[in-house]
């Protein structure tokens, strides 16, 4: 079987997987994390770094590796399956391919799904490295909800000065 069909495959069996297990609430479900005390003064203190209204929080949910990278690799289908022709097409073989598809869903911390208004952390981080990230995403949902304006960098920066200020 090809790379691009095997890809489609995982692709598809993961969103099987996820939505016949235990159903599609399952998926979004869970460790909600939205009431927290400590997540709600993050995002104000983004906020407050963006100088923006803050508005409705969106719901926080800490996921397995397997659910974080499933769910990644559900929302960037279309980006992973042109990463596959294009290195297709340079010549890349299919085992290095997929080593370099399983790595790079490896290094996916967190998400944020704008459609659901929903932000999901991988749980087996460190608690700073989940707060951390979770400031991160907040800055995407402040990116969302003001139309870009905030520059493209800024999620990063704000990652690491929370570290900086709140986690040392």
Known sequence: MSIR??????????????????????????EIDFNKPEDKRIFLWVSSRLNVDP??????????????????????????????????KRGIGDK????????????????YLPEDGIILIRKSMSRCEQKSTLAHEFVHHFQVKYGWKIEEHTPQIIK???????CE
């Open 160 to 166: 690491e000065t929370y570290r900086r200020e709140m």
């Open 5 to 30: 069909k095997s890809a489609l495959s995982i692709i598809a069996g993961v969103t099987m997987g996820l939505l016949m297990g235990a159903g599609a609430i399952y998926i979004l479900g869970g």
């Open 96 to 111: 290095e391919i997929k080593a370099e598809i399983l790595t790079f869903l490896k290094a996916v911390m967190g998400m």
């Open 55 to 88: 508005g409705e929080m969106p719901e926080v949910h800490y996921k397995s590796d397997k659910e974080i990278e499933g769910m990644f690799a559900l929302s960037q289908a279309n980006m992973l399956l042109k990463f596959i022709d294009d290195s297709k």
